[in-house]
């Protein structure tokens, strides 16, 4: 896998919320734990834009609130520095959730995802309506 060449800071933290923009029936989810981060014992993990979280479903379908999931995060609001000198933000904290293969779970993304998203999850970002 080739590495992204964009700055993205690691600003989503363990209990941050997030909204879920896709049509899998989850409305918000809790971070509960990050995948793949390796950092200094006692430090709570950080995710950013292209990372897999793990979350909780807090509000969405009855039969999936309180359900442990796997999501990619698509947007947040602090900006992520692009190698051309560009600064992208958001206006909102958002994910997709996905599979064990990082398959999109929904058929549908409500709203745009990051070019980073689409250079590491090109499932992910087909099914968006548009890539920033």
Known sequence: MKGL???????????????????SG??????????GYRGVRGRNPKAGVGDTVIGSVKKGKPDMVKKK???IVIRQKKEIGRPNGLHVGF?????VLVND????????IKGVVAKEIAEKFPKVAAIAPGVV
């Open 5 to 23: 060449g964009s700055h993205i800071p690691k600003t989503l933290t363990l209990g941050s919320r997030l909204l879920c923009h896709d049509n």
């Open 26 to 35: 989850a409305k918000q989810l809790q971070i509960i734990g990050v995948s």
């Open 69 to 71: 999931v796997k999501a």
């Open 91 to 95: 206006e909102d904290n958002a994910c």
């Open 101 to 108: 293969e990082h398959l999109p779970i929904g058929t549908e």
